[in-house]
């Protein structure tokens, strides 16, 4: 039997115990060395099984902590009003966190081309990770407009991780968010995100590059932002109408 039949095997028999229950819903599962002992293999072949059903979503590895059976995958509905808003509407304890200092940088190329502003133009920039005391769900850097903001602004989300700037826009400026263009790709973390994230290696990532719009029409941007979905622990979930058919 080649070693990848054997973690064929390996993976399946354990990825079907967790679906019976075995473990419980979100149970602890036994030390590396004890399944390796259970399932008659070393050491190192059962944590490449773990990782790959890390991979999959079946499991979470928590560190120290141990390995446990990983939460359902949490539905995201496209654009929320507030991510962390929405993960307490599910039930969960959201967390945000900056990553690095909120602070008005120069435009990047992408992010110019997005506000037709000239590339290196001051921006607010906001990066955090979004989550709970657990699972980090996703990584999102912001740019917002710079005819919307100012350094008050800037001096509210560096006091406050969760501070609504969206809101802030929409009070001072009545403007809100009426029309969304979304890129999306799929492929694995890099170095950075595997570290922010608490992510292996080999655990797909959703990036998703979002415009959004006050009026189609005009196309008066307020947001440009770079979201990275960890793809093991949620999915995305669109309605949206179809008019090919309509006389």
């Known amino acids: 039997m080649s070693p ?11 990825r079907e115990r967790v679906q019976r229950g ?22 190192e072949t059962m944590n490449k099984v773990v990782q790959r059903l890390q ?9 120290r902590a141990g390995v446990f059976v990983h939460p359902p995958f949490t539905r995201i509905s496209g654009l929320t009003k507030n991510f962390s808003e929405y993960l307490e509407s599910l039930g969960l304890t959201a967390i945000e966190k900056n ?6 940088v120069p435009a990047p190329i992408e992010v110019a081309k997005a ?3 000239r590339e290196g133009t001051p921006i607010l920039r906001r990066f955090r990770w979004q989550g709970t005391p657990t699972i980090r769900y996703r990584l999102a850097e912001n740019y917002y407009a710079p005819d919307l903001v100012d350094e008050e602004v800037l001096e509210r989300i560096r006091e406050d991780e969760r501070y609504d700037v969206l809101e802030y826009i929409k009070e001072k400026h009545h ?3 009426k029309h969304v263009h979304e890129d999306v790709y799929s492929r694995l973390p890099n170095s950075e995100e595997q570290e922010h994230l608490n992510i292996v290696r080999h655990m ?10 006050s009026a189609k029409e005009d196309g008066s941007v307020i947001l440009y932002n770079r979201l990275i979905y960890v793809g093991s622990y949620t999915f995305l979930s669109h309605d949206y109408s179809v008019p090919f058919w309509e006389k």
Do not use: H, Q
């Open 22 to 43: 075995v473990f419980g819903t979100a149970g602890r599962l036994p030390s590396l060395r004890m399944l390796a002992d259970e399932f008659g293999t070393s050491n």
């Open 115 to 117: 506000f037709d502003i």
């Open 204 to 213: 797909p990532v959703l990036e998703i590059l979002r415009t959004s719009y």
């Open 4 to 14: 990848d039949t054997k973690m064929d095997m390996l993976a399946n028999e354990l």
């Open 55 to 63: 991979a999959e979503g079946v499991l979470l590895s928590l560190g």
């Open 175 to 177: 403007k809100i968010i």
């Open 99 to 104: 990553i690095e200092k909120p602070a008005f």
